[in-house]
C-alpha cells in the first residue's frame, strides 16, 4: 500500500508536556481541515519525500514516491537508531485520514523508549478506534472556530476523547489560542474535558502570529488558564518551542 509521506526526520518535540523529548516524525500528507493559521505543508513535494539524514542540518535527500510501508519500516531502521528516541511520532496534516495504512505500517515502527505518538486534529474518532492498539501517547487538539476559522467540532471531540480514553491511553489534549479567541468557545471547551476528561493535562498554545494572525497577550493567556483551573487539575501555557529554537 503506498504511503503519501512528506517527510521524514528526528529532531525534539516542539509542543506540549513533552517538549524536548528526541522523537523520529514521520509526516503524512493530506489534512480534513483547514485551519487558519496552518503552517504544515500538507501536499505531496513533487521532488519526493524529504529525509533529513543528519539531524538539524537543514540537508535533505529525496526519496521518490510511491513509498511502500516495508520501504518506509526499512529506512527508519537503517538510518535512525530508534532506541535513542523517545517516540515516533506520527503527524500530518492529519495522519487519521490514513488509518488503513497506519494500521498496517505501526508495527513495523517499534524500537522507541515510548513507542507510538500520534498527532491528532482530535477529529476522526471512528479511524482512531481502527488504530488505536498500536498507539501509546495522543496529541489531541480541540479546534476553537473563532481562531481556526472551521465550523465547530465539539461532537467529534468529545466521540473522540472517548475512544481515546477508553484504552487508557496518554493522551492530553492541544488547545490553540489567538487575540480573536471568542471566550465562550473557551467555555464550551472547558466543560467538555470537564465532562469527559477532567485530570488530562490541557495545554493553551498561544498561535505563533503570521500575516493576519495575532497571538494573544500574556494577561489574556493567564485569565483562560485561570478559568480553566477552576474545572479542569492540570492546565498549561506552552508555546511551540521549536519555532524558537529552528527546529524542524
Ligand atoms: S488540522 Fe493541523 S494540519 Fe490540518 S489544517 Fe489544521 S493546523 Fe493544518
Known sequence: MPVPLLEIFS???????????RQLFLRLAGCNLTCAYCDTPVILDKRGCKLELIPGSNEFTYLPEP???QQIAAIVHRYYDLSRHHAISITGGEPLQHHLLLKEMLPLLSGTKQGVFLETNGILYQELEQVIADIDIISMDIKLPSVAGIEPCWEQHRRFLRVALAKKIFLYIKIVVSSKTAPAELAIAWQLIKAEAPDVIVIIQPVTASPGITAPNTQQLLHWQQQALADINDVRIIAQTHRVLGLL
Not at 509542543?15 to 524536548?20: D, F, I, S
Open 11 to 21: 529532531s525534539a518535540q516542539g509542543e506540549g508536556p513533552l517538549v524536548g523529548c
Open 67 to 69: 513509498l511502500e510501508i
